[in-house]
T-cell receptor, first 112, second 114 residues
Framework: GEDVEQSLFLSVREGDSSVINCTYT??????LYWYKQEPGAGLQLLTY?????DMKQDQRLTVLLNKKDKHLSLRIADTQTGDSAIYFC????????????FGKGTRLHILP | NAGVTQTPKFQVLKTGQSMTLQCAQD?????MYWYRQDPGMGLRLIYY???????DKGEVPNGYNVSRLNKREFSLRLESAAPSQTSVYFC?????????????FGPGTRLTVT
């Protein structure tokens, strides 16, 4: 079946790197996404990676994809208080006609 | 370019009342979606519309109906609200751009059913 799993909580000290992990089950996914949700706001697409890539870097964000293990991670360098949010991993299933499966979200808490 | 807009932002209903949540996008996207988000559950797809004139059930369609009025608008209707439908509802759209399946979300509607 389709499932995307991620841990529910992560605490990181300000200035350290945050690594949020995600596993998915459907190998036919083409894109994998990271969304960010701040309190009271809608979901914001943070970054995405195409399934034939291993890594994508965008400023402080690095996405790593291990397709063999169906493991996706999001690394945030130099974590700041503004990074405090819930991060959702999602996989895109081409054969589901635009259907996207989301994880339950990881709440990132920044320690002073 | 407003992106995806939703109305209302907040709503309180009594059990059995009906209401329609409105959603509109100005990005010329083909696909639109309605999700609900509940604590500890993540986002769950209620209905989606891959193109104007088509709608399909998602993971949790019971108790809801949708209308794809035109390419811009996708509404979600609760015919007889129940407390189990207390949730935050997000509308989203996708279909045009570098990654055609990128989803753009509205700000959400917080619905409480008493």
């Amino acid at each position: 079946g389709e499932d995307v799993e991620q841990s529910l909580f992560l605490s990181v000290r300000e200035g350290d790197s945050s690594v949020i992990n995600c596993t998915y089950t459907d190998s036919s996914s083409t894109y994998l996404y990271w969304y960010k949700q701040e309190p009271g706001a809608g979901l914001q697409l943070l970054t995405y990676i195409f399934s034939n890539m291993d890594m994508k870097q965008d400023q402080r964000l690095t996405v790593l994809l291990n397709k063999k293990d169906k493991h996706l991670s999001l690394r945030i360098a130099d974590t700041q208080t503004g990074d405090s949010a819930i991060y959702f991993c999602a996989e895109d299933l081409m054969n589901r006609d635009d259907k996207i499966i989301f994880g339950k979200g990881t709440r990132l808490h920044i320690l002073p | 370019n407003a992106g995806v807009t939703q109305t209302p932002k907040f709503q309180v209903l009594k059990t059995g009342q009906s209401m329609t949540l409105q959603c509109a996008q100005d990005m010329n996207h083909n696909s639109m979606y309605w999700y609900r988000q509940d604590p500890g559950m993540g986002l769950r797809l209620i209905y989606y519309s891959a193109s104007e004139g088509t709608t399909d059930k998602g993971e949790v369609p019971n108790g809801y109906n949708v209308s794809r009025l035109n390419k811009r608008e996708f509404s979600l209707r609760l015919e007889s609200a129940a407390p189990s439908q207390t949730s935050v509802y997000f509308c989203a759209s996708s279909g045009v751009g570098q990654a055609s399946y990128e989803q753009y979300f509205g700000p959400g509607t917080r619905l409480t059913v008493t």
